[in-house]
């Protein structure tokens, strides 16, 4: 999915020159994670793959975009280096989002005996609770800089 988004975004970007393509991105991100918090005790395949191509369309449409702008801010010499830190700062911070999402699961999963299935769901479902939250608080912050660049 990010494959095809990415650079159709690309050009949206490049069109619009707004975050548009990121907004978008992050709404569907947020509609595929809220699917996953509704249905998550009747997830069937179907479900799952539908919400995973919405959260990777979502994805496709903010990543290469956000990289594009942070780059547009840097002198061109400069411009390698920024790619090498933005991937860097991607593999951090996925490295760091799978640790909390694994001790928010252990935590629920802990004291339960031989009953992990429920403490994994309950798991899961309080950081789908967590990612909703960040995903509304990036959709905060993209209205903020869409209103300010709408402004200019």
């Known amino acids: 999915m990010g494959a095809i988004s990415a650079p159709i975004s690309g050009l949206v970007l490049d069109k619009v020159r707004s975050v548009s393509p990121i907004v978008f991105g992050v709404v569907f991100q947020t509609v595929a994670t809220l699917l996953f918090f509704i ?7 179907p479900i799952i ?7 990777m369309l979502g994805n496709g449409l903010t990543f290469s975009n956000i990289l594009t702008l942070g780059l547009n801010g840097l002198e061109e010499s400069l411009q390698n280096s920024g790619i090498t830190v933005y991937n860097s700062i991607q593999q951090f911070a996925g490295a760091m989002g799978t640790s909390i999402v694994s001790s928010i699961i252990a935590v629920a999963q802990y004291g339960r ?4 299935l429920t403490g994994t769901t309950i798991g899961t479902y309080n950081s789908l609770i967590l990612i909703i939250f960040s995903l509304v608080v990036t959709l905060y912050f993209c209205g903020k800089v869409y209103k300010i660049k709408n402004k200019d």
């Open 39 to 45: 249905t998550i005790q009747h997830l069937t395949t």
């Open 49 to 55: 793959i539908g919400g995973y191509m919405l959260y």
């Open 113 to 116: 005996g031989d009953d992990k």
